[in-house]
């Protein structure tokens, strides 16, 4: 394995300090074993980064790390609102702006690198091995794969939108057809840390103990990249240390960390530990966010853990005393090696983590039958040590059926349906694997059935959504409400096996909202699919979006559902798009989960130890100041799934 790091620096306009970044990265990363070449000056035109791409891209091989960083500039053109609206144009045009791209030329040239095409050439790293880490410190990046000493990393030439939106057709039409289908709206398999959101500004500064302007993002990451045990940090953890730096001296610049957030730095070795909260601390105390949307409760267990730490190790137990206006006080039960905080508590050094101990969001019945086999009281005892389960009467709705045969357990969802198409062994190593299973449909139930914030957390209903069926040849087709069946009180869609659906955003309020959209699939998956931006899809007021667009072509393709491999068929099954709807960014990346897995009876000790908890990551704050409360709504698309390919020429297409 080899380590390689392209480090782009464009100096254009009024910044200072790009040369500095890419001469501060790469004293940070050669010490790290990474072989680092430069594209600064003149090989940092439009031409040379893209030859300069496909160069790592050609001496890439499997197994190798590839990092890609930008410093520069970042541009953005937007389509005026008196020009015509045109299927598939977007409204808005990201670029990096190389070193050329202000030198005259022919009437009408435009040499930004469009994001388009970074996340091509991202795409064909990323084909050659699955270690890939992007990192962009400019302005407008998160959709891209800097006061008087602040120096905002923009454009603000306001360029001509014909003149931006002419080159960027060429460049898509010139660009290499995709193959396969993305899962998501972005890489799922690269690492893209980002200096801020979409419509933000990244900057540089002047900061202590460098000789002259750096990039905000760049100057923090370097710092803790030279930290003694960054080794051991994944790329979540190092965010909650970078985003309080940059927030404490740009409150309004958020660093975003996309994509697998849990591996290690620069490794594809990942850490998850599902229900992972960041810890918080002021005068009053330790605590965590997001008590009300996330459903941590009083008396739920947690270890404290330092950054990079060892959760076997803690610093100390927490246990959660009160919850009010969104906010979950710990009190700490054990002192650790911590420094001193007002009123004599240990306070946790900066980036500790709570990882659960003992946690609960209600417990969900499961019926068990039948009542009399020899297995099950064992069995019975067996659920109601979960956090999440327990034994149904033989009266009440469940949220999945055991029923004990003679060759063992066999699991069905609510309506009968089975889950898996063998009987599980009662041994004790195949119940753990089964009650896991079971935990994740539990958690699935919880996502499903989030309800909109009350009282002060309430926001009003002023994103619109509008769901279509995408069909075989590019039309779409309404989901009309009034063709929907009724299902267990809430109206359902039916789809098939392979359909594509279009979910269309529009923001009809005065202020910023931040959307999160996830996939509730019929095993229990829980998918994110608003990947671009993990701290919801930003949306000005009039904004819209679509889900999704293809990077390159642009093509509309539609969020696709799919019945699951092993999943045996039957009736149509009930799945379900959440949308959560919040006022300021909130991380919701910890809803998504895997589905029933299909293991063998063994299940791993890792697929045993873990109890989920629905979390949330929220930006840092000065302490002492008062938590602003989150305001959010969730609204829901429900389908009922059939097996099989929707049969040609489909009088009730779109029902």
């Known amino acids: 394995m080899r380590q390689r790091a392209l480090l782009i620096g464009c100096r254009t306009g009024v910044l200072r300090g790009v040369d500095a970044d890419v001469a501060l990265m790469a004293d940070t990363l050669t010490p790290l074993g990474f072989e680092v070449t430069r594209a600064t000056g003149r090989g940092a035109t439009r031409r040379g980064l893209i030859e300069a791409y496909r160069a790592l891209v050609d001496a890439t091989e499997a197994g190798d790390a590839a990092v890609v960083y930008y410093s520069g500039h ?76 602040q120096i905002p990393k923009a454009r603000t030439d306001g360029r001509d939108w014909a003149t931006v939106y002419r080159a960027w057709r060429t460049a898509v039409r010139a660009a290499p057809p995709r193959t396969g289908r993305p899962a998501a709206e972005s890489n799922p398999s690269v690492v893209r840390l980002v200096a801020c959101e979409p419509d933000a500004s990244a900057y540089e500064v002047e900061l202590p103990g460098f000789d002259g302007p ?25 965010l909650g240390l970078l985003r309080p730096a940059v927030l404490d001296v740009v409150p309004f610049q958020r660093p975003e960390v996309e994509g697998p957030a849990d591996r290690l730095l620069f490794d594809t070795t ?102 009399d086999h020899p297995d099950h009281a064992r069995v019975a005892a067996r659920l109601n040590a979960c956090a999440h389960l327990r034994t149904a009467r033989s009266d009440e709705p469940a949220l999945a059926v055991l029923t004990l045969t003679a060759d063992g357990l066999r699991l069905a969802d609510a309506e009968g349906e089975p889950l898996r198409s063998a009987a599980t062994p009662t ?35 002023d994103v619109t959504f509008h769901y279509a069926l995408l069909c075989a040849d590019g039309t779409q087709q309404a989901l009309d409400r009034d063709g929907a069946d009724a299902f267990h009180g809430f109206q359902a869609f039916h789809a098939f096996h392979g359909d594509e659906i279009v979910v269309r955003l529009h923001n009809r309020a005065a202020e910023r909202r931040y959307v999160s959209v996830f996939d509730i699939g019929l095993r229990g998956a829980v998918t994110q699919l608003t990947t671009t931006e993990p701290a919801g899809v930003g949306l000005g007021p009039g904004d819209h979006y679509e889900l999704f667009r293809l990077p390159g072509s ?38 998504a989960q895997r589905g029933i897995a299909r293991r063998g009876p063994g299940g791993s000790a890792l697929q045993r130890l873990v109890d989920d908890v629905l979390t949330g990551v929220r930006d840092a704050r000065t302490p002492g100041t008062a938590e602003p409360r989150v305001r959010y709504r969730v609204t829901r698309c429900d389908v009922l799934l059939h097996h099989g390919r929707r049969p040609a020429h489909d009088p009730d297409a779109g029902r």
């Open 74 to 149: 970042g541009g953005q053109a937007r389509a005026p609102r008196s020009a015509p609206a045109a299927p598939g144009r977007p409204d808005r045009l990201r670029y990096l702006c190389p070193t050329d791209i202000d030198e005259p030329g022919p009437p009408g040239p435009f040499r930004g690198l469009f994001a388009d095409e970074l996340s091509l050439l991202q795409d064909e790293l990323s084909a050659r091995t699955a270690n890939v880490t992007t990192i962009i410190d400019s302005c407008h990046s998160a959709r891209m794969a800097r006061t008087a000493r």
């Open 214 to 238: 750096r990039g905000l993002l760049t100057a923090s990451l370097a710092r803790l990249l030279r930290a003694p045990g960054a080794d051991r940090l994944t790329w979540r953890t190092l």
């Open 270 to 371: 990942e850490q998850r530990a599902t229900g992972v909260l960041p810890v918080g601390f002021d005068r009053d105390g330790a605590y965590l966010t997001g008590a009300e949307l996330f459903g941590i409760a009083v008396g739920d267990r947690y270890a404290l853990v330092p950054p990079g730490g060892d959760p076997q190790r803690p610093l100390t137990t927490a246990v959660v005393d009160r919850a009010e206006a969104g906010t979950a006080r710990l009190r700490l039960q054990v002192a650790g090696a911590a420094d001193q905080a007002p009123g004599g508590e240990t306070r946790p050094p900066p980036g500790t983590e709570a990882h659960p101990l003992h946690v609960s969001l209600g417990r969900r019945p499961v019926l068990l039958t039948p009542a």
């Open 427 to 461: 041994t004790d190593t195949a119940l753990d694997s089964l009650t896991l299973d079971l935990q994740q449909l539990a958690r699935a139930a919880h996502v499903r059935a989030l309800a909109s914030g009350t009282g002060p957390a309430a926001l009003p209903d």
């Open 554 to 591: 642009h093509r509309l393709a539609g969020i696709e559902l799919y019945w699951p491999d092993g999943l045996p068929r039957g009736a149509p099954r009930p799945e379900t798009l959440v949308a959560v709807v919040t006022d300021r960014p909130q991380d919701l990346t910890r809803l």
